[in-house]
């Protein structure tokens, strides 16, 4: 049954809008979140079309959980309180153990995967989740409307919602890049192919973006067919950064001072290698440290004038196999510290915890910023530091993140796992001309804000409304 209140635009992911933090006076603290789809969503009925919309996503902690239970939710959002023990078999066990590595190529396939009982029990798991926000979904939406399903942890949403919903248009966006073809079978047959379609199922002219974040390599014959499954259309949709936010933020106080601090660390006269990401496996940190040793190693002219600084803040500790990669960026970088370091200089300034202020300083002082994913569906990191680098910076790309569709013909082109190239390019930048760097910049960060995250939202929403 079709709610009473059936919106129009509806949009699900596994983490909502808003998140709500329990008080020790028994009081709920809302704190709303930002991105690209909250700024999106926001855009909606700005010209008076009356557009109503709802976001769907789960309760992921107590405070959200209680918040549910007391009816106390932000208008607008509806959160689904699905049980604790089938999320995180849903969330852990399928989507950031399995999906997440067949996406990125993370798999040391003569070791993993080994698809058990326990994957079934925790597949079974996915199941329920994505079946309660296709019943969600079909029970909010107004006839007609458009429904956009973010990410991987929904991939079964989209076909689920077809079966129950014929009439929406239903659009599925990936914020990963997504499966090459000869990945694919790793997944169980049955699995696989469900996958697949449950995937592409949508209502008449729903897009799709398997191609997560523009990831291009996704569209060129490795989409499953998409092509051919009647309805079906694949588009490209790559978030951009938010020049007007970044820009202003950048210029706040905290930022500045943070400024100071670093470039206290870093000494008078000395350039900066900089990179900023979450200690995530398809991030490649520790074969960006290796390459910049092996800048130190062949190109000695280099040993106490360069600096490189790591921000790599946690990423899902709660995996044994994050806590390992924790501890060898950790590791690495000790290494390279004592094997070159002076009473002077510390070549590597690697901070293992999350400082948004402190990754913006760092973004304005960059000469060359390092971004070498061995797979990623868009990376805005690539996009943020040109458009608030205070003197130009040299961006060291690798082509397999999805910027590189856009910003590669300013950027340094790396294969991610070519160490000694990766020094080369490192180089490379560093001693690019001062004016060139500064013209690449300016191109870089006109590509990187093409399309900022409303406009970007609204983007997919046309691309449904015109098939």
């Given amino acids: 049954m079709v709610s009473e209140h059936a919106a129009q635009v509806l949009v699900a992911s596994n983490r909502g809008p808003v998140s709500y933090t329990l008080r020790e006076d028994g009081s709920l603290d809302a704190r709303r979140g930002g991105g690209g789809l909250v700024s999106g969503l926001s855009a909606i009925g700005r010209d008076g079309d009356g557009a109503s919309s709802l976001w769907v996503c789960a309760a992921l902690g107590d405070g959200d959980r209680e918040a549910v239970r007391r009816g106390a939710g932000e208008p607008g959002v509806r959160m689904l309180d699905i049980d604790a023990g089938v999320h995180a078999d849903a969330y852990n066990g399928i989507a950031n153990s399995v999906l997440w590595f067949v996406h990125h190529m993370l798999y040391q396939t003569p070791l993993e995967p080994a698809f058990d009982a326990e994957f079934r029990r925790q597949w079974a798991a996915y ?29 079964l949403v989209p076909g689920m919602l077809r079966e129950l919903r014929p009439d929406l248009r239903i659009g599925h966006f990936s914020h990963t890049p997504w499966a090459r073809r000869r990945l694919l079978p790793l997944l169980p047959d049955d699995i696989g192919a469900a996958a697949a379609a449950r995937t592409a199922g949508r209502g008449p002219g729903g897009v799709p973006d398997p191609a997560l974040g523009g990831h291009l390599r996704g569209v060129r014959g490795d989409v499953l067919g998409a092509g051919a499954l009647e309805g079906t259309a694949v588009g490209v949709h790559g978030l951009g950064a938010d020049a007007d936010f970044l820009r202003a933020r950048s210029q706040r106080q905290d930022v500045e001072e943070w400024l100071v601090r670093l470039r206290e660390r870093v000494g008078a006269g000395r350039r900066t290698v900089v990179r900023v990401d979450r200690t995530e496996l398809s991030k490649n940190i520790v ?11 062949d190109r000695p002219e280099w040993r106490g004038q360069v600096v490189h600084i790591a921000f790599a803040y946690p990423s899902r500790q709660d995996l044994a196999v994050y806590r390992d990669y924790m501890a060898s960026v950790r590791r690495l970088a000790e290494e390279i510290n ?21 990754s913006l300083a760092a973004y304005r002082m960059a000469d060359v910023a390092l971004v070498n994913p061995v797979r990623d569906g868009m990376n805005l990191v690539a996009k943020e530091v040109p458009v608030v680098s205070d003197e130009g910076c040299a961006l060291v790309l690798s082509r397999e993140a999805g910027a590189y569709e856009e910003l590669g ?11 000694m190239a990766t020094a080369d390019a490192l180089h490379e930048a560093l001693v690019m001309d001062p004016q060139e760097r500064a013209e690449r910049t300016k191109r870089l960060a006109a590509a990187a804000t093409a399309l900022p995250p409303t406009a970007w939202f609204l983007d997919q929403l046309a691309a449904l409304a015109s098939e």
């Fill in 127 to 155: 199941e329920t989740y994505n079946r309660a926000f296709a019943d969600a979904l079909a029970a909010e939406a107004a006839p007609g409307a458009v429904v956009m399903v973010q990410d991987y942890h929904l991939c």
């Fill in 287 to 297: 074969r960006g440290l290796l390459a910049y040793r092996r800048l130190l190693t």
């Fill in 338 to 358: 004592a094997e070159y370091g002076t009473d002077d200089w510390q070549p590597v300034l690697l901070e293992l915890d999350d400082d948004f202020a402190r």
């Fill in 409 to 419: 013909e300013d950027a340094i082109a790396v294969n991610p796992y070519d160490v």
